[in-house]
């Protein structure tokens, strides 16, 4: 045997076999895609069957597994829900308070987190993190209290007992905001100061061009949430002219008793639109997880 191939030999019989390490490492990794799997299909699994209801014909809804296809796709089911029904005024509602709740939590959110970011007063932190401690207080608990304040400005069943309360701006959207005010450099603002700009000016020429990122996460945030609330403008609204989707769900059911098609309809009227928003701005949803863990 010459030196060489002693060599190799020797060279082969030193090189490692595989790591069990990442044996390991791969056995997890599949476990993990194994339970996110399984996580989506029980998640999308309950949109799914709202679809699937939604097109079905009334005579094939328990004629077979409510997961099956249906045998003839139909529309009727929402053309009935908008035409024989009132949730085209629901529909008008709900986007008048989500798009007027979402525009004052912008405006109002803004001015108040350059306040808890910016400026100097006594007082300003303890301020900021017990208007933030009130995150921690369930809405049921402000609700009666809420509730007795509309009642005595005789704003029941109008639009400012039902904006009232969400467009002033919340705990939320002002720590998300303050977060994001923090990482923009002051030097930006004193030489702005040099050339004579205000804090209106300020904000508005530098503060909000610099915060589109934000802002727009904030306005999506707010407008699934105002879409989707249910318990306040039940209180506060009486007439069938002022409820929202939400509201209007719940009373088609009531009245209708139980019409799955139809509600399913009724519910993917309502459920289409937030779906759509979330797969067009999710990177902007998870951005604002992002920027508001860490807290300065």
């Not at 912008?106 to 300003?124: C, D, N, V």
């Not at 007992?161 to 990482?183: A, N, S, W």
């Not at 707010?222 to 769900?249: A, D, E, H, K, Y």
């Not at 399913?264 to 779906?275: R, Y």
Request: hydrophobic share 50%; aromatic share 14%; charged share 10%.
């Amino acid at each position: 045997m010459s030196s060489l191939e002693a060599g190799l030999r020797l060279e082969q019989g030193q090189r490692p076999a595989p790591s069990n390490r990442l044996l390991r490492h791969l056995l997890a990794n599949a476990i993990w895609y194994i339970i996110l799997v399984l996580g989506a299909i029980v998640s999308l699994f309950p949109y799914y069957l709202a679809l699937l209801t939604s097109l079905k014909p009334v005579s094939q809804i328990f004629a077979g597994a409510p997961w099956s296809l249906p045998g003839t796709f139909t529309l009727d089911n929402y053309i009935s829900v908008l035409t024989q029904y009132s949730f085209p005024s629901y529909i008008v509602q709900t986007l008048i308070f989500a798009v007027v709740a979402t525009v004052g939590q912008l405006i109002f959110s803004t001015f108040a987190s350059y306040a808890f970011a910016r400026m100097k007063f006594p007082g300003r932190d303890t301020i900021f993190w017990l208007y933030l401690a009130t995150m921690m207080v369930p809405n049921i608990v402000t609700l009666i209290p809420l509730f007795i304040l509309m009642r005595t400005f005789h704003w029941i069943d109008t639009y400012f007992g039902l904006l009232l309360p969400y467009v002033l701006g919340t705990p939320y959207g002002i720590f998300l905001m303050r977060q994001f005010f923090k990482t923009i450099p002051t030097d930006l603002e004193n030489s702005a100061r040099i050339e004579g700009a205000n804090t209106l000016q300020i904000i508005a020429q530098i503060i909000i061009p610099l915060s589109r990122p934000i802002l727009g996460t904030l306005a999506v945030i707010t407008f699934v949430q105002q879409w989707n609330n249910f318990l306040w403008p039940l209180i506060i609204t009486n007439s069938q002219s002022m409820r929202v989707l939400t509201v209007g769900i719940a009373s088609f059911q009531s009245s209708e008793g139980a019409q799955w098609h139809l509600m399913m309809a009724a519910t993917f009227v309502a459920l289409g639109p937030l779906l759509l928003l979330f797969f067009i701005f999710q990177k902007r949803i998870v951005q604002s997880i992002h920027l508001g863990s860490g807290i300065k």
